[in-house]
């Protein structure tokens, strides 16, 4: 049920749909946003999204969310590895692929644990993107660390980059604005219901007036002048 889509524009129709199941209204309606709802669209919407299936929807979003990370941070990788450019400007790209994709598999509902979620794979995959350069250096440093080593700890030694200064103040807070678009996108579109209404009764229409027509002068009788 998307609400957001059911569109409504002016007074109560005498008689209509409810903008979201679509079927017709009777004695009265509710209203949320531009919505015009029946009472059992209303009551779904005042009651939230039902608990059933929470698993499943935060597992969908878990993966959704992983597979888009997975793939910003594979494109952020390799424009640090072979442009030598760390264009922290993609994080904010990578957090709004993110944050949209746990919505999806959220089925829309999103909330509070979803954008926990946005955030943190965020965050993660951005930084997962250094995972590669870092594991050149160290096995070319002056003491090469071997290669399974060097794979093992990348990973821990990326998450912290924003924490040495290596990214510099403005790079920091490129990602923080990439990070909180992970955060924005889940979040849950609270819509107010209002009502019930009164519907406004159907006017019958009107027979319009036969049209008045002259009666024609009488003929003359015989012998008239």
Do not use: H, N
């Not at 965050?123 to 794979?151: D, G, H, Q, R």
């Not at 790079?171 to 889940?186: D, Q």
């Not at 209002?194 to 009488?218: R, S």
């Amino acid at each position: 049920m998307d609400f957001k889509k059911a569109e409504y524009e002016g007074p109560a129709p005498a008689a209509g749909a409810c903008g979201a199941c679509r079927s017709p209204l009777s004695a009265q309606y509710w209203t949320a946003g531009d919505a015009t709802l029946c009472g059992g669209c209303a009551e779904a919407l005042r009651a939230g999204p039902p608990k059933e299936g929470a698993f499943l929807r935060a597992l969908k979003a878990l993966v959704f969310g992983s597979g888009v990370g997975l793939a910003g941070a594979i494109g952020y990788s390799l424009i640090i590895t072979f442009l030598q450019m760390e264009l922290a400007l993609v994080t904010i790209f990578i957090g709004w692929l993110v944050g949209r994709a746990v919505r999806a598999g959220s089925e829309g509902r999103g909330g509070r644990g979803y954008q926990v979620m946005g955030a943190v794979l965020t965050y993660a995959w951005c930084m997962m993107a250094y995972v590669p350069s870092i594991v050149t250096e160290l096995t070319k440093a002056a003491e090469p660390v071997p290669f399974a080593a060097a794979v093992l700890f990348a990973p821990f030694l990326a998450l912290v980059i924003p924490f040495t200064g290596a990214m510099g103040v403005l790079g920091s807070l490129i990602l923080a604005f990439g990070v909180w678009r992970g955060w924005r996108e889940p979040a849950r579109v609270e819509v107010a219901v209002t009502g019930p209404f009164e519907l406004a009764p159907a006017v019958a229409p009107t027979a319009a007036p036969a049209p008045f027509v002259d009666a024609p002068p009488p003929e003359p009788g015989p012998g008239a002048p």
